[in-house]
């Protein structure tokens, strides 16, 4: 399926770097957005080995999380290679190469509780390096009360908080790398805050240490299905993490200090030098 022309003027560059998100308009097309309607649908399903679900029988809602779809789901496999996601974080984050890590999905059936508490990623992964970025993107309509918070420039802050259960309780678990996130969500007024209001086609492209959050779906008549893939830019290198990373698994023979660009199973979707999907 065609990409429209990306349309990433310096601007967007501009916030990108700035604020560490930046919000595209209109930039997934129909077609694609009902691909990976297709592809949520047939996970959910028959989800992959990845699933966890955070309620339980007799909750509200129903908040399930899967990733590495791409591996099962052709649709999946289609978006992330052949969409126009790698290209664009691939100019946001000026890297020459843009190699899958793995894709990722939030669904949160209307009156979902669960809150994707405050967070950075890269501390859940593990990656160094600076050139590390996500998209989001929302196949429902979502506002300030089901949407994404994010604190602009905190990617810049020069802190890594430690890996929490984010998307349960919110409990902490012991990390010996990283300082604790601070109270943002008890401390609102003390942060600048922003969310977006966002339609099916919107995307936000946000760098792997700014801080945000995922809204629970208070909304009764309305689901909240969002698609995410974190991307791996060309200094990104294997770290590892205390205690290790949990996901996604790192391959067997993957050295600490090997560049990502060189492991297979996180392949390489987009380079400024060769065509798009050229391993699909
Ligand atoms: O959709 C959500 O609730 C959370 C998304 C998120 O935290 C992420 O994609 O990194």
């Known amino acids: 399926m065609p990409n429209a022309v990306c349309n990433i003027t310096e601007e967007h560059i501009e916030t990108f770097n700035r604020d560490g998100l930046v919000c595209l308009r209109g930039v997934i097309a129909p077609e694609w957005m009902e691909t990976l309607r297709t592809g949520v649908e047939r996970d959910l399903a028959r989800p992959g080995e ?19 779809l791409w591996t099962h789901i052709p649709e999946m496999k289609d978006f992330a290679f052949n969409g126009p996601c790698a290209e664009i974080s691939a100019r ?31 501390p859940y992964f593990a990656v160094d390096g600076t050139k590390l970025c996500s998209n989001w993107i929302p196949l429902d309509p979502v506002s300030s009360d089901n949407g994404f918070e994010f604190v602009p420039g905190s990617h810049k802050w020069g802190r ?18 990283f300082e604790r996130c601070p109270d943002i969500e ?43 893939h974190r991307w791996l830019g060309d200094d990104t290198r294997y770290a590892v993490r205390n205690p290790p990373s949990e996901f996604p698994k790192i391959p067997a023979g993957v050295l600490p200090g090997q560049a990502f660009r060189d492991v297979p199973e996180f392949p390489l979707i987009w380079s400024s030098a060769g065509a798009q999907g050229a391993h699909a």
């Open 160 to 177: 890594w908080f430690a890996p929490f259960d984010s998307m349960k309780d919110g409990s902490r678990y012991a990390g010996e790398d």
């Open 50 to 68: 990845n699933v966890e679900v955070y309620t339980s029988p007799g909750d509200p809602g129903y908040f399930f999380n899967d990733f590495d």
């Open 186 to 228: 008890n401390n609102r007024d003390d942060y600048e805050i922003r969310t977006f209001d966002m339609q099916p086609g919107d995307v936000l492209f946000f760098h792997a240490l700014v801080v945000h959050q995922g809204q629970s779906n208070p909304r009764t008549a309305q689901r909240r299905r969002a698609v995410a």
């Open 92 to 122: 946001l984050m000026a890297s020459v190469h843009v190699n899958l890590f793995f894709d990722h999905l939030f669904v949160k059936e209307p009156g979902t509780e669960g809150k994707t508490h405050w967070h950075q990623d890269q």
